[in-house]
C-alpha cells in the first residue's frame, strides 16, 4: 500500500504552507497557542479556521481514499464492523471508541503483525512500541489487563512529491475487564525517513493509551511528545 492520507504529506507544501506546519504539529498533540508564539507570521484565526476545516469528522467508508484506491490494505485486520464505526479524517486518521478507559499502568502487546507488501517493519515496529511504553512508565506483562493490537497496513518507504516516508497502521486497544475498546487507522510519516516514521508511529499509539487514563489509576509521569521536525514556511 502506499499511504496516501494527507497525514503523511509534507507539511511545508502548498498555498499555506506555515498553517499546514501548525496543522502537523496539533495532529500529534502539541498545543496550538505555544507554535502560533512561535510563528508570529501566522495569523491564529486564519490557522483555527483551516484546523476547523480539516478537523471535521466524516465516515471512514466515504471519506478516506483508500477505500477505493488501496482496498487491499482494507478486511485483513479490522472487520466490517469496525470500517462503519470509524469517523475521522485523512489528517489525523479514524477512529471508533467504545469507552476504552486505561487500568492501572500494565499493558500486554497482544497483536503486532505487518501485512504490508514486504513485511519489513514488523520487529522495528515492536522495539519502538517497546520503547514508548517505557517511556511513558508503563510496564509490559503478558497476562495485563490493558491490550494493544497493531497491524502495519501499509509502508512509504521513500519520499515523493506527495508524501513523506511512513506506515499506516490499524491498531486497538482493549480494556480486557471492562470489555471496552478503541480502534484507530492512521497514518505517520517523516522527513528523516521510515525508522523515524515507525518510532513516531508507536509514540503516537502510545499517547492514545496515555490520554485515556484517569489520574487515579495511572502513577505515571506526564506525558511526553513526542519530538516531530516539521519543515516550516518561508
Given at each position: 500500500?502506499r499511504?496516501?492520507?494527507?497525514s503523511l504529506?509534507?507539511?511545508?507544501?502548498?498555498?499555506?504552507?506555515?498553517?499546514?506546519?501548525?496543522?502537523?504539529?496539533?495532529?500529534?498533540?502539541?498545543a496550538?497557542?505555544l507554535?502560533?508564539?512561535?510563528?508570529?507570521s501566522i495569523?491564529?484565526?486564519?490557522?483555527?479556521?483551516?484546523?476547523r476545516r480539516?478537523?471535521?469528522?466524516k465516515p471512514?467508508?466515504a471519506?478516506s481514499?483508500?477505500v477505493?484506491l488501496?482496498?487491499?490494505?482494507?478486511h485483513?485486520?479490522?472487520?466490517?464492523?469496525i470500517?462503519?464505526?470509524?469517523?475521522?479524517?485523512a489528517?489525523?486518521?479514524?477512529?471508533?471508541?467504545?469507552?476504552?478507559?486505561?487500568?492501572?499502568?500494565q499493558v500486554q502487546?497482544?497483536v503486532?503483525?505487518?501485512?504490508?507488501?514486504?513485511a519489513?517493519?514488523?520487529?522495528?515496529?515492536?522495539?519502538?512500541?517497546?520503547?514508548?511504553?517505557?517511556a511513558?512508565?508503563?510496564?509490559i506483562?503478558?497476562?495485563?489487563?490493558?491490550?494493544?493490537?497493531?497491524?502495519i497496513?501499509?509502508?512509504?518507504?521513500?519520499?515523493?512529491p506527495?508524501t513523506?516516508?511512513?506506515?499506516?497502521?490499524?491498531?486497538?486497544l482493549?480494556?480486557?475487564?471492562q470489555?471496552?475498546?478503541?480502534?484507530?487507522?492512521?497514518?505517520?510519516?517523516?522527513?528523516?525517513?521510515?525508522?523515524?516514521?515507525i518510532?513516531?508511529?508507536?509514540e503516537?499509539?502510545?499517547?492514545?493509551?496515555?490520554?485515556?487514563a484517569?489520574?487515579?489509576?495511572?502513577?505515571?509521569?506526564?506525558?511526553?511528545?513526542?519530538?516531530?521536525?516539521?519543515?516550516?514556511?518561508?
Amino acid at each position: 500500500m502506499r499511504p496516501n492520507e494527507v497525514s503523511l504529506r509534507k507539511c511545508a507544501i502548498g498555498h499555506r504552507p506555515a498553517i499546514l506546519a501548525l496543522i502537523c504539529f496539533t495532529s500529534v498533540g502539541l498545543a496550538l497557542p505555544l507554535l502560533a508564539s512561535e510563528s508570529p507570521s501566522i495569523d491564529p484565526r486564519q490557522a483555527l479556521a483551516e484546523l476547523r476545516r480539516l478537523g471535521t469528522r466524516k465516515p471512514f467508508s466515504a471519506d478516506s481514499p483508500d477505500v477505493y484506491l488501496e482496498p487491499e490494505s482494507l478486511h485483513r485486520f479490522f472487520t466490517d464492523r469496525i470500517y462503519r464505526k470509524l469517523q475521522g479524517n485523512a489528517y489525523f486518521g479514524y477512529d471508533y471508541d467504545e469507552g476504552f478507559l486505561l487500568d492501572g499502568n500494565q499493558v500486554q502487546i497482544e497483536v503486532l503483525k505487518d501485512i504490508s507488501a514486504g513485511a519489513c517493519c514488523q520487529n522495528a515496529y515492536r522495539v519502538a512500541l517497546e520503547q514508548a511504553l517505557q517511556a511513558q512508565d508503563l510496564a509490559i506483562r503478558p497476562r495485563a489487563p490493558n491490550q494493544i493490537g497493531v497491524s502495519i497496513v501499509g509502508v512509504e518507504r521513500h519520499e515523493t512529491p506527495s508524501t513523506l516516508p511512513g506506515v499506516m497502521v490499524e491498531a486497538y486497544l482493549r480494556n480486557n475487564g471492562q470489555k471496552k475498546s478503541f480502534f484507530i487507522r492512521y497514518g505517520a510519516g517523516h522527513p528523516r525517513g521510515l525508522p523515524a516514521a515507525i518510532r513516531l508511529s508507536a509514540e503516537m499509539l502510545v499517547m492514545q493509551i496515555v490520554s485515556r487514563a484517569g489520574t487515579s489509576h495511572y502513577p505515571g509521569r506526564a506525558l511526553t511528545r513526542p519530538n516531530v521536525p516539521v519543515k516550516r514556511g518561508k
